[in-house]
């Protein structure tokens, strides 16, 4: 059998009369699992990470957010393409925080239309707890470019206030 040439190789083409071992004869694609990884850098013991729930949803889908922390504020964000804000739903607590919305189908497309399908069509919610008590109040939402990014103060617990005693 011939070797092909780079150029043969890489757009695909083969001469009619040649017949070639294909790769994708061989290749059987492995099963597909949920992969689980976990990082292997050091975490600071100051502040545990916070735990995150999928809702109990059969037909809820995923949303993927980062949750990280600052010097005085937690920082949650999440892609929410295809979802206008004010179809976001965001509950907030001192210690968890609920994102619910829902990302409508923009054409009726049959199933067996689709050569490919990834994106996540319907409702989607996250519960995210919080490592430590946040203000309410003063928390902040906002979207931009299909991100969601909420700023939520902490609470310093340390604080202490001096309060003086009038007398009566």
């Not at 070797?3 to 001469?15: A, D, N, Y």
């Not at 600071?44 to 600052?70: K, N, R």
């Not at 054409?107 to 996250?126: C, K, M, P, T």
Request: proline letters at 7%; aromatic letters at 6%.
């Amino acid at each position: 059998m011939k070797k092909r040439s780079i150029f043969e190789r890489l757009s695909g083409s083969v001469p009619a009369a040649d017949d070639y071992d294909s790769f994708e004869d061989d290749y059987q694609a492995p099963p597909a699992r949920r992969q689980v990884v976990q990082s292997t850098a050091p975490r600071a013991a100051a502040a545990p990470l916070p735990e995150v729930h999928e809702e109990e949803h059969t037909e809820s889908g995923q949303l993927p957010v980062d949750v990280y922390q600052t010097p005085n504020e937690i920082v949650i964000r999440t892609f929410i393409a295809g979802v206008r804000p004010d179809e976001i739903n965001v509950s907030i607590s001192r210690d968890m925080v609920v994102i619910e919305g829902s990302r409508a189908i923009p054409q009726n497309v049959s199933d067996s239309d689709y050569f490919h399908q990834e994106l996540f069509w319907g409702s989607f919610a996250r519960t995210i707890l919080l490592p430590q008590e946040v203000d309410v109040d003063g928390s902040t939402a906002g979207a931009k470019d299909g991100l969601l990014t909420l700023v939520l103060p902490k609470l310093d617990k340390a604080r202490q206030t001096k309060l003086r005693v009038k007398a009566g």
